[in-house]
């Protein structure tokens, strides 16, 4: 049986319903103002904070203050007060070399190097068609002299920036090859690095990513073409030593090498998850291993990471370093920048890695000397790569 209500009761019943719905209206309202209010009275206090610093700074101090040095300065310690060791400020000549190593640029003379057991610089890699190159430098020469300097009083970190510095400019260095010494000028230009470096290892197919730019994938997708080309049965990625990069170029290199599947979703601070990057259909088919450790780090995780959710291949070496955070840099009206960390990025399994690292699928351990030599060891010398060889070449047989 039907119950019927009066017309009384049914307006004094949507009344209360139209004041419950006020009232919860009002209630998240008010929590919202409430969080805006306390915003703008923290940053109230805190501009009070500092201006009662400037004013007494302005009235007493006794020399002239450097208003660029101080602005500088403010910037740089906002962002450190953040306490996130991802994020920092960048004064306009910062942002534009950040902006020049994205792209996959540098001024210099084209070689990595790293320091010698003896104090000097040995030269890891010679890029191809660098000045370094065009000087007849060559992987293996010890530098030991800049502009007449001796490398060991200057140190590695200011050998390296002395190699560095203005294009068109001139530097000059001594070098040893085979306990004999030259001496060689050698202009300094913008040259491209890619960070990939390739070669032959037999039958397998070695590609080392260095890092992720914006000029990687056409260098890493030619390097795969050449290697099949030459018959590689399998191929061997190492991103050892790879602290990251672009993400977009991680995505283009993954989107190349797998098949058809969502690649890189982020999550942000609200807790909601998107996907960045997807692959299509297309992928190379030959069987893969990944060489990982301690060093490879943020991007270089994530394409470790994919290459196995995707099961194209399988990881050797240690566990990675652990960083699954985004940073996104944004322009300040002066030029300078600032970078703040913004989500996290999760890779195809939407297993997040952050603080905890990637752990390989193979655990090789590196001694404390091959680690400081790992740059300079190969296929005989390097327990590492020996591993991967002997785990391709089972893939391949199966």
């Given at each position: 049986m039907n119950k019927k209500i009066s017309l009384g009761a049914a307006i004094c019943f949507m009344a209360i319903a139209a004041a419950a719905t006020f009232i919860i209206t009002m209630y998240y309202a008010l929590n919202i103002f409430n969080g805006k209010v306390a915003n703008v009275a923290e940053r109230e206090e805190m501009y009070s904070k500092l201006s009662e610093i400037d004013k007494i700074v302005r009235n007493q101090y006794l020399w002239d203050v450097d208003e660029e040095a101080l602005m500088d300065s403010i910037a740089d310690g906002y962002m450190d007060g953040l306490g996130d060791v991802y994020s920092r400020y960048m004064t306009q000549e910062e942002y534009k070399q950040y902006q020049q190593q994205n792209a996959g640029e540098l001024i210099g003379i084209g070689v990595s190097a790293m320091l010698d057991d003896s104090g000097y610089?040995?030269?890891?890699?010679?890029?191809?068609?660098?000045?370094?190159?065009?000087a007849g430098l060559q992987a293996g020469d010890m530098i030991i002299k800049i502009d007449g300097k001796d490398v060991l009083a200057m140190g590695f970190e200011n050998s390296v920036e002395s190699i560095q510095g203005e294009d068109g400019t001139v530097v000059n260095l001594v070098y040893r090859r085979d306990s004999e010494e030259y001496t060689v000028d050698i202009t300094r230009k913008r040259v491209k690095d890619s960070g990939i470096s390739y070669r032959m290892i037999d039958t397998l197919g070695y590609v080392k990513v260095g890092s992720f730019n914006a000029s990687t994938f056409e260098d890493f997708r030619y390097a795969v073409e050449d290697l099949k080309s030459?018959?590689?049965?399998?191929?061997i990625f190492d991103v050892r030593g790879n602290t990251g990069g672009l993400v977009s170029s991680v995505a283009e290199m993954l989107d190349y090498l797998l098949p058809e599947g969502d690649l890189i979703?982020?999550?942000n601070h609200k807790g909601e998850t998107s996907v960045l990057?997807?692959?299509?259909?297309?992928?190379?088919e030959l069987p893969m291993v990944c060489l990982i450790n301690g060093d490879t780090a943020s991007a270089a995780e994530l394409f470790a990471c994919d290459l196995r959710d995707f099961r194209a291949a399988e990881l050797i070496g240690e566990t990675t370093y652990g960083k699954g955070v985004l940073q996104t840099a944004y322009a300040l009206e002066d030029g300078s920048a600032i970078i703040t960390t913004t989500a996290y990025y999760n890779p195809h399994s939407g297993v997040n890695f952050q603080g905890v690292g990637v752990k390989?699928?193979?655990?090789?351990?590196?001694?404390?000397?091959?680690k400081q030599n790992l740059e300079v060891l190969d296929e005989y010398t390097d327990p590492q790569l020996k591993k991967a060889m002997n785990v391709l070449e089972s893939m391949i047989d199966k």
């Open positions: 610089l040995l030269l890891t890699a010679v890029s191809t068609g660098s000045p370094a190159e065009a030459q018959g590689a049965q399998g191929l979703s982020q999550t990057y997807t692959s299509d259909a297309d992928c190379v390989p699928d193979y655990e090789v351990a590196l001694t404390a000397e091959q």
